[in-house]
Structures are given as structure tokens and as C-alpha cells.
């Protein structure tokens, strides 16, 4: 696949024509063609991207895993504000249930776990508060539409945006509304939060389908910025070097802005809409696109670093990243682990249905769901089986992973539990 001239897609594959012909009319809308040609801020590095990530990988990469969440909690989307999908809790090697919950809906949040409380939205416009141990609900917020986008727990606050529009901030103990921040489209991913480099104060990102990645004050909700896209947003923004934002959409292309102020930095044109969210590591960020490939982008000259197009199938996944590894799933019912510095397949897991569940590590464990009703856990070094539980159900949502415990919630409108033992 080649670079296009900015306004059109090619795609040769017959099923990839009619798969991106329907995502974009139910996801992205044919708004390309208004697509703005972004200037670059910098110029183009003259050095060898391949050299200087392989630099990077040896000297810098562990790095870049060091903010991963507390073994205890998972009160973001992905893990960390780099969304790189790793866990502190180490996973045994069998999956006993421990506990369901019911929201009575379709359900195709993911789980969010802090203080306690497992936090997921549902079909009916609620986000439900679970107790860990017990798997009672402890409270619940109805918003006005359906929740399909992850919460996100910071500050004693736990945040949602809704197809209604809104973001909503609520008290993480006892759901009362603290405040809304409105939007002119749905809101389909989850807020990220950081702290801005000058001002110092905390704030909240957020994409929505008015094509605008938000910002907002975490506190208050006050507006501080917005940037425009061409085309709406589904992924969850991702904060890089505590300085930009990165993320993608559906006009095709790739993003990197100011934290602080929301202005442009550079772009990069990556051939297909994106449908999730954008992986960031030492400097170079890992996305799968709707034309079957999962690319690694340098975030400082805007050079791609490599493509891995194995088969005739987009990806609805988010990657995580490790020192050494890309893991991601796709809809052609595989698992990919993917070199890091080469971009060459390393194993391929299958399953039995697509994958659109975004997988999660955990030591040399690998947790993920599968449309074929499973959820499974397989060997980071081998893509081998180690263990699965047959729910029945398809699984769209991200697992979160905490002190050796898995909870994620299945389109049946229920979130499970389990507990592993080594």
C-alpha cells in the first residue's frame, strides 16, 4: 500500500473495499475530501529512522514503561497515559471465577479498577460502580445515551463521555455529578489526563464526533482548548513526554499537538482512518489502521519506521508495547506479536473469532478477548495457549488486570471476574 494524494483510499482487496466502505459510512462519514493539509513545524530528520529507533530501543527502552499503573489499580484505559497496555499484577496460569454482575445491557465499555470499585459504562446510558470483592454495585449514574467509551479514575473523580455528548465528571464514592463538559458529537473514547508543562494544572483530553480533541480542566471542566480535525476521533488521545497529545481518526491521519496550548506540532498521513488508539514509546508511535496495517511512526521527523500488512484485514485493536514487542489484535481472528525494531512478524496466536479486544500484558502473560466468546491468556514469548474461559459471549472490551485478578465486561451486558493462581 502506497501513500495516496490525500483524498482517497486505495484498496485493492475486494473484502477490505466493502469492510472500509462500511466503517466509513457508520463510523468516519465521507468527510475527507475537506481534509486541511497540515504544515510540518519541523523538517524532516535526514538521519535513519530504523538506526535511531534501534538506538533508542536499547538505551531508552525500559523507560518508557516505568508509569504503568499500581499492581492494586487499573484506573485508566491501556494502563498509563502512554497507553502502552502493560500491567504491574503478575497473572497465574488458570482463570477461576470469581464473581458477575449484570447491567442488563449491551456492554461494550472496558473495565477501569481503582479504590476498590470496578468502574464500567453499559448500552442504557449508566456507568455502574462494582464492589471488587463482592461484586455488588455500590452506586450507578444514568447519563442520557448509551456509554461505549472506558471511565477514567483520577483525583477521587471517575470521568465518562457518553453518546449523548457530554463528558461527565462524577465523585468516584458515591457517583455525585460533579460537572459536564459538552461536546457537538458523541464521545467514543475514553478522556486521558496529565499535567501541563507550564500552567502546572491538571487537565482532561478527550476526542469526540464533532472531530475535536477537547481539553479541559480536570477540576472544574473548564474549556482551555480544542483542536479540529477533519473527521471524528474514536481512539483515546495519548499523552506523550508529558508534552503532546498524539492521536488519529478518521480523516486518515496521524496527530501530535501541544499539551499546552493545543497547537499543531506535525502530522502524518497513515493511508486509512484509524479506529483506536495510538501506542507510544521512546519516540515512536504504534497504531493498526483500517487498510490491514499496523504502523510504527517516528513522532519527531514524522517517518513511518515500518508497515506490517500480513493479511487482508483491518484492525478495530489498540497495540501494546513492550521492550521488545508490539502485540495487537485483528479481525482476522489473530493475535500479532510484532517486532519492536524491525516490524517482522515474531508468532501469530488464533482464535476463533475476530479480535477487536485490546490485549494486555502482564509479565510474560498476554490477556485478551475474542468475538468467538473467550478470553484468553497466552505466553508473551511463544503466542502459546495458557489458559481460556469459554464466557459464550463476544468480547469487544479490554480486560483490566489487577493483583493477579482479571475483570471485563462481555457484549452480554455482563462483567466477570476471575482470579488466577500460578
Known sequence: MHPTNGLQISIQDPFMRRTSRIFMLVFCMPRLAKRRIMKESNPMSPHSIPWLFAVAFLFGGVKAFS??????????????????????????????????????????????????????????????????????????????????????????????????????????????????????????GAPNQAIRPKSKDSVLVVGSYDNFVHCMDLKTGKALWKFETQNYVNGVPTIYEGKYVVFGGCDAMLYVVGLEDGKIVRSVEVEAPIAASVAVADGVGYVGNMDRAVMAFDLESAEMVWSYQPKSFPYFSSPAVTEKSVLIGGRDKGLHCIDRVSGNAIWRFSARGRIDSSPVVSGEKVVFGSMDGKLYVVSLKSGTEVVSYEIGEPISSTPAVVNGRVIVGCEDGKVYAFKTQS
Open 67 to 188: 508509569s504503568a499503573t499500581q499492581s492494586n489499580e487499573w484506573p485508566r484505559h491501556r494502563g498509563d497515559p502512554a497507553l502502552n497496555g502493560i500491567a504491574r499484577s503478575e497473572l497465574g496460569s488458570d482463570l477461576s471465577l470469581q464473581w458477575v454482575f449484570d447491567t442488563g445491557e449491551f456492554l461494550k465499555s472496558s473495565v477501569v479498577v481503582a479504590h476498590g470499585l470496578a468502574y464500567v459504562g453499559a448500552e442504557s446510558g449508566q456507568i455502574h460502580a462494582i464492589d471488587l470483592k463482592s461484586g455488588k454495585e455500590k452506586w450507578s449514574y444514568k447519563t442520557d445515551m448509551a456509554i461505549e467509551a472506558p471511565p477514567l479514575v483520577e483525583a477521587g473523580m471517575v470521568f465518562v463521555g457518553s453518546t449523548d455528548g457530554f463528558l461527565y465528571a462524577l465523585e468516584a464514592t458515591t457517583g455525585k455529578l460533579l460537572w459536564r463538559y459538552e461536546t457537538d458529537g458523541e464521545i467514543m
